[in-house]
C-alpha cells in the first residue's frame, strides 16, 4: 500500500479495510475488519489507536483470535498445555512436540481492560477469595471459572518459588479449585560466589552453575510432565530444534526493536511495539504464525525506515518504558504526549535473548530461564535497563507499576533511585489500572510533565 | 505586553496576569474549582481582566496549567504543573534545588538546575495521601477551621501518631483518637508530621538545599516548620504560594512570546 503511516481509530480502520481488500489485500483465515472484535465484546478496542498497515491488522487479528484458535484445537484432539508465570521457556518445549499447542492462561489480566470488565472475571476472582490487594493477572482466575476464554486445558505447568507472589498464590488457589497444576521451582538467582563455578545467562547476568543445574533439572521434569500430557517423547533433537524456532522468532524480534527503537523517525507505535514483543513468549498459540505476523511487521517497519517515515513527529522524545501495562491506552497516552517508545523491558527480557545453542537443549533453556529479570535482585534488572536505555539513547524513562503487583511494591523505587542516578535521565513512576480513564488526567500529566522536563535537558 | 497564567488545580483555580516587560504582577485571583470545570477557567479568566480594566485583546498570550488545564478554552497552549511550578519557584526563589508542592490533591518534588529547569521530578500516587485533601478531611472531622489548624498544631507537646496515610484509613484512626481522649491540637500537630514524612519518601535518599516549599498548603501554618524537621533542612515557604503555578505559566507565557537571547530557561515545550 502506499498510503502514508500513520495512527488511526478503530472507525476509520473500517473504511481502510475495506479499500486494502479491494486493492487485493489477502489475508490468513483469521482475518477480517477490526471492528467484528468490538461487536463481540471487545468495547476497549473503540478507545485505541492503531497503527494502519495491514501488517498491523494482521497482528491485532491474531491477537485477538487466540481463544478461536485454542478452542480449535482442543476440538481437533490437540494436547493443550497452559504454561504459567515462566514467561517464555515452557512454550518453547511444548511446541517441539507435534499437536501441542502452548499457551499463557496469565494473558488474561488484558481481559478486564479489552472487554471493559464485560467478561467480569475481577468480580469472579474476589468472589472466589482473589481480590484487588492482588495483581490483576488474577482476571487468570475468573477466566478459569468462566470457562469462556480457553478450554480445559490437558496440563497446567506453573514455576514457583522466587517468581511473582501473587501469581503463585492465585496459581495455588486455582490448584485447589480442582485444576490440578504441575509446580516446578526456579530458584532466587544469586550472584556465585568466589571460586564458584558460575556461567554467563544469555541476558547478561552470572550465575552459579549449580543453580542452573537445579532449574535444568526442574526443567527436565516439565519435560516428563509434557511428554505424559502428550504421550509422545521430547527427545533433545527436537528440543533443540524448537529451540531454533524459538530463536528465528527473537531474531525477527530483535530486529524490529533495533529498526523502531533507533529509527530517526518512528515507524511502529508503542502500542503495537508491545504486543509484538509479546508474541516472543506467548507465540499466541500459533508458533509458526507469529513467526509469519513478526515478519511482516518487521517487512513494513523496514520500508518506513528507508522511506524516512514514521507515526509520530520527528522530534518525538524518546522514552524507555519498564513494565506492562494492564491498561493498553497508556501507550496510546504516551505518544498523545509527545513522546515515543524507544526501549522496553517488560517483565520478560529473557525471553528476547536468543536460547544459546553451543550447549545442549536442557542446558540452554536453563540458562535463559534463570536470567529470568524477576527471578533474582532488582539491581541486576535496573543494570539491564540501564544498559539497554543507553542502547537505545532514550531521553526518558517510565517506570510503570501494575496496582497490587507485589513485585512493583519491591521494585519500584529501586528501579527509579538506580536509573536516575546511573543515566541521569529525568524517570517518573506511574501506576496504570486496567481502565485508566478516571485517571487519565493524572497519567496524562506524569507524562506530559516528563516529555516537557526531557525537551528541556536538550536545550 | 499582558500575559496570563491560569492554574487550573483540582480544589482552586488562580489565575494571575503579568505586565510582561517587567514581569511584574498586576493581579492575581482565586476561586474554588467547580463541577464545570471549563467554565471556572474561564469565568476567573474574564473576572481578571475586568478588575483590572483589560480586555481579552490587552492579552498577548495565555497559558494554563494544573489539573484541569486542558479544559480553559482562553487558554492559548498549556504547560503541565511541574513546569510551571519550577519556573515560578525559579522567579520568587533563584537559589531553590528542590521544591516541595503539595496541593489540593497532588504531591510533588522538583529538583531544579542552576538555570530553574527542571532536572527530575516525582509525584504522589493517585490517592489523596500527604495534601491538601487530606488536610480539609481532618479540618472537617475536627470541626476546626483550614485556617485555625497551625495554630492549633503550635500548641502540640505530644503529636498523635498516624499511622494511615490513606485519607478514608486515617479518617477511621481520627475518630479513634477522638474516641481515645487525644486532643484535637496533637491530631492536627500529627497529621502535618505524617504529611511531611510523606513528602520525603518522594525526596528519595538526595535531597538538594535550599529547598522551597509552594503550593496551598504551604500556606498553612506550621506546616513548613513540620516539613523542615521531616526532612532536616530549612525550609522557605514561597511567596503568594498558591500563586506559583499561575505564576510560572504567566512567565511562561511571557517567555514563549519573546525569548530573550539571555534567558536560557524552558518555555514549556515551544
Same mark, same amino acid.
Given at each position: ?9 478503530l472507525a ?20 477480517g ?26 497482528l ?12 480449535a484445537?482442543?476440538q481437533?484432539?490437540?494436547?493443550i498445555?497452559?504454561a ?9 518445549m ?77 496459581a495455588?488457589r ?11 521451582e ?33 526443567l ?10 502428550a ?16 530463536n ?17 523517525r ?99 533453556l ?64 506511574i ?5 485508566s ?18 525537551r528541556?535537558?536538550?536545550? | ?46 473576572? @481578571? !481582566? &475586568?478588575a ?7 492579552? /498577548? ?6 489539573? $484541569? *488545564? ?14 510551571c ?6 522567579h520568587?526563589l ?33 490517592c ?23 495554630a ?16 478514608v ?7 479513634? @483518637? !477522638? &474516641? ?8 492536627? /500537630? ?6 511531611? $514524612? *510523606? ?14 516549599f ?19 533542612h ?16 504567566a ?8 525569548p ?11
Amino acid at each position: 500500500m502506499t498510503d502514508a503511516p500513520e495512527q488511526i481509530t478503530l472507525a476509520e480502520w473500517d473504511g481502510r479495510y475495506a479499500r486494502l481488500r479491494s486493492a487485493g489485500l489477502a489475508e490468513p483465515a483469521y482475518g477480517g475488519p477490526l471492528g467484528r472484535h468490538l461487536a463481540g465484546g471487545d468495547t476497549r478496542l473503540d478507545k485505541l489507536l492503531y497503527d494502519n498497515s495491514a501488517a498491523a491488522l494482521r497482528l491485532w487479528n491474531f491477537l485477538l483470535s487466540e481463544a478461536d484458535r485454542l478452542f480449535a484445537a482442543g476440538q481437533a484432539g490437540k494436547t493443550i498445555v497452559a504454561a504459567m508465570k515462566d514467561l517464555g521457556t515452557v512454550p518453547v518445549m511444548a511446541c517441539a512436540l507435534p499437536d501441542v499447542v502452548a499457551f499463557y492462561p496469565d494473558g488474561a489480566w488484558w481481559i478486564p481492560c479489552i472487554m471493559e470488565h464485560g467478561a467480569g472475571l475481577l468480580a469472579r476472582a474476589d468472589a472466589l477469595g482473589i481480590d484487588e490487594s492482588f495483581c490483576p493477572v488474577r482476571a487468570m482466575l475468573g477466566a478459569f471459572a468462566s470457562g469462556a476464554h480457553w478450554p480445559e486445558p490437558d496440563v497446567l505447568i506453573c514455576s514457583v518459588g522466587a517468581v511473582c507472589d501473587d501469581f503463585s498464590a492465585i496459581a495455588q488457589r486455582l490448584d485447589g479449585l480442582g485444576h490440578p497444576v504441575f509446580w516446578w521451582e526456579m530458584p532466587a538467582r544469586r550472584r556465585p560466589d568466589p571460586g564458584e563455578p558460575a556461567v554467563r545467562l544469555p541476558t547478561g547476568f552470572t550465575a552459579p552453575q549449580s543453580q542452573v543445574d537445579v532449574v535444568r533439572g526442574e526443567l527436565q521434569r516439565v519435560r516428563g510432565a509434557l511428554e505424559t500430557a502428550a504421550d509422545k517423547p521430547l527427545d533433545d533433537a527436537a528440543l533443540a530444534r524448537g529451540v531454533r524456532e524459538a530463536n528465528a522468532i527473537r531474531r525477527v524480534l530483535a530486529e524490529l526493536r533495533r529498526l523502531v527503537f533507533t529509527a530517526a523517525r518512528c515507524p511502529l507505535g508503542a502500542l503495537e511495539m508491545m504486543i509484538a514483543e509479546m508474541l516472543a513468549i506467548h507465540f499466541c498459540s500459533d508458533r509458526d504464525e507469529a513467526h509469519r505476523v513478526l515478519g511482516d511487521l518487521l517487512a513494513e517497519v523496514r520500508r518506513r525506515v528507508d522511506a524516512g517515515r514514521g507515526i509520530l513527529p520527528a522530534d518525538a522524545v524518546r522514552v524507555f518504558w519498564v513494565n506492562p501495562v494492564a491498561d493498553l491506552r497508556a501507550m496510546n497516552l504516551l505518544e498523545r504526549c509527545g513522546g515515543r517508545l524507544c526501549g522496553t523491558e517488560l517483565l520478560f527480557s529473557h525471553a528476547l535473548d536468543e536460547i544459546p545453542t553451543d550447549v545442549g537443549p536442557a542446558e540452554a533453556l536453563a540458562r535463559t530461564a534463570l536470567g529470568d529479570p524477576m527471578v533474582g535482585p532488582a539491581a541486576d534488572r535496573a543494570e539491564r535497563v540501564c544498559r539497554d536505555i543507553r542502547r537505545f539513547a532514550a531521553e526518558a524513562v517510565v517506570v510503570s507499576r501494575i496496582p497490587g503487583a507485589s513485585h512493583c511494591a519491591l521494585e519500584g523505587k529501586v528501579m527509579h533511585d538506580m536509573i536516575a542516578e546511573k543515566v541521569h535521565l529525568p524517570v517518573v513512576q506511574i501506576e496504570v489500572p486496567p481502565l485508566s480513564d478516571p485517571i487519565a488526567a493524572k497519567l496524562r500529566t506524569r507524562l506530559e510533565a516528563l516529555v516537557e522536563v526531557a525537551r528541556g535537558q536538550r536545550r | 505586553m499582558i500575559c496570563v497564567g491560569i492554574d487550573a488545580g483540582s480544589r482552586a483555580v488562580k489565575a494571575l496576569a503579568l505586565d510582561a516587560p517587567g514581569l511584574e504582577t498586576i493581579g492575581a485571583m482565586v476561586t474554588d474549582q467547580g463541577v464545570q470545570q471549563q467554565e471556572t477557567g474561564d469565568r476567573i479568566f474574564a473576572r @481578571l !481582566l &475586568a478588575a483590572h480594566g483589560l480586555a481579552p485583546g490587552d492579552v /498577548a498570550r495565555t497559558v494554563a496549567t494544573g489539573y $484541569a *488545564r486542558n479544559l480553559v478554552s482562553a487558554a492559548d497552549t498549556t504547560v503541565t504543573e511541574i513546569t510551571c511550578h519550577a519556573c515560578g519557584v525559579h522567579h520568587r526563589l533563584a537559589e531553590a534545588r528542590t521544591v516541595v508542592e503539595i496541593g489540593g490533591q497532588d504531591s510533588k518534588l522538583l529538583r531544579l538546575q542552576a538555570d530553574g529547569s527542571v532536572r527530575d521530578f516525582a509525584m504522589n500516587d493517585r490517592c489523596a495521601a500527604g495534601t491538601g485533601r487530606f488536610l480539609e478531611m481532618v479540618a472537617d472531622k475536627l470541626e476546626v477551621p483550614l485556617a485555625d489548624l497551625g495554630a492549633l498544631a503550635s500548641r502540640s507537646a505530644a503529636p498523635a501518631a498516624i499511622s494511615s496515610m490513606c485519607a478514608v484509613f486515617a479518617e477511621t484512626e481520627i475518630i479513634g @483518637l !477522638l &474516641a481515645s481522649g487525644t486532643e484535637p491540637k496533637d491530631i492536627i /500537630a500529627g497529621v502535618f508530621g505524617a504529611i511531611a $514524612a *510523606r513528602a520525603t519518601t518522594l525526596a528519595g535518599p538526595r535531597l538538594e538545599p535550599p529547598v522551597a516549599f509552594t503550593g496551598g498548603v504551604a500556606m498553612v501554618a506550621g506546616m513548613d516548620k513540620a516539613l523542615a524537621e521531616a526532612i532536616g533542612h530549612d525550609v522557605a515557604v514561597v511567596p503568594d504560594p498558591q500563586f506559583t503555578g499561575a505564576l510560572g505559566a504567566a512567565l511562561l507565557a511571557a517567555r514563549q512570546c519573546h525569548p530573550a537571547p539571555e534567558d536560557r530557561g524552558p518555555t514549556g515545550g515551544m
